[in-house]
């Protein structure tokens, strides 16, 4: 997968300027030029956010804060819209991280975090193509654009969510923490 996201942003990028060039150049249209602009923007963008989370946490996330505890209201919400019935069915972009063959499932669990709040950060970032409106006009057609973008990696963190009781588990029962949350109060049972 991650070749694939990294052909897409070099493919989106040469398009953006084949593209942007023709239009100065033979009046064609504008709107292929934004429309992989965008596409351009939300690969390297993705892209750069996961690099950036990789150099400053290395998949070392403490998953006993807060922020990563599942309620049991969340749980309910995840049988609801039924992810175990298509997570399976969603791109892994390096799948590595997440194997028990190569990782403890600690580290699969700090990996689990890291993957939570990378994709909580493209979140954010998916709306930053609405600033480009002021200056093209279709406020709607952007809009539009970074609410789909957004939602798509939604579902990669309820995934994570969904997913990190049943890893959580697995670790407490075998007592695999990592060195650096031997220290921290363990997890609460769900």
């Known amino acids: 997968m991650a070749k694939v996201m990294k052909g897409c942003a070099v493919l989106s990028v040469a398009l953006t300027i084949l593209f942007t060039v023709l239009f100065y ?3 064609f249209p504008i709107s292929l030029a934004i429309t992989f602009g965008t596409f351009s923007y939300h690969f390297c963008m993705r892209l750069l956010v996961g690099e ?16 990563f505890q599942v ?6 919400l995840y049988k609801l819209l039924r992810i175990k019935n298509w997570k399976a069915s969603m791109p892994t972009y390096d799948k590595t991280l997440f194997d028990p ?15 939570e709040l990378v994709h909580e950060t493209i979140i954010a970032f ?8 002021i200056w093209f006009g279709d406020f709607p057609v952007f809009l539009i654009t970074s609410v789909l973008a957004a939602c798509y990696d939604l579902l990669f963190v309820l995934m994570q969510r969904s997913n990190r009781p049943r890893v ?3 670790v407490r029962r075998t007592g695999a923490q990592h060195e650096n ?9 769900q």
């Open 71 to 76: 309620g049991e209201r969340e749980t309910r």
């Open 52 to 67: 950036v989370f990789n150099l400053v946490l290395k998949n070392r996330v403490d998953y006993n804060r807060k922020w």
């Open 101 to 115: 063959k190569l990782h403890t499932w600690d580290e699969i669990a700090q990996a689990m975090c890291q993957a």
């Open 126 to 133: 998916s709306f930053v193509p609405i600033i480009a409106s």
């Open 181 to 189: 949350n031997k220290d921290l109060p363990q997890v609460q049972q």
């Open 168 to 170: 959580l588990k697995i």
């Open 25 to 27: 150049t033979c009046s």
